[in-house]
């Protein structure tokens, strides 16, 4: 079923079109709101929640307790910095092959796979080194 079409949810949905570093709900809710004021927090998390389980933008787990969101829908892994905790797209081969390679001794079928990539970012390597 379609959905009834939200300003909202366009403006929510443009600003991550913008992004690159994965924001969370209330860095999206704080960007939004300078352009359409009376938004609510709780309007922005029922709509990032209706977009991603829609498919229209990925919702992260990352284990930091938040949610980060991204535009970007075509798989693809991420990396975590574990000194500044920025989040950005790795850009790599494709390790699709790991789903095949964990079923062989599953008894059951995977159907898929999330990896996340973690380490220090270069601005934090450049940081550190100086």
Do not use: W
Not at 32 to 54: C, E, H, M
Not at 59 to 71: I, N, P, Q, S, T
Not at 77 to 85: A, P
């Amino acid at each position: 079923m379609a959905q009834k079409y939200s300003r909202q949810r366009e403006l929510i949905k443009n600003f991550l079109c913008t992004r690159k570093d994965h924001p969370t709900a209330d860095v999206v809710y704080m960007n939004v709101r300078q352009q359409y004021p009376n938004i609510s927090l709780g309007t922005v998390y029922r709509n990032l929640t209706l977009l991603s389980d829609t498919g229209e933008i990925q919702r992260l787990r990352l284990g930091d307790g938040v949610d980060h969101f991204d535009a970007d829908t075509v798989p693809h892994n991420h990396f975590i910095c574990t000194h500044c905790g920025s989040v950005l797209d790795l850009e790599m081969e494709s390790i699709d092959y790991i789903s095949e390679t964990a079923g062989r001794h599953f008894d059951g079928k995977v159907d898929g796979h999330v990896t996340y990539f973690y380490g220090t970012c270069g601005d934090c390597c450049k940081k550190l080194q100086a």
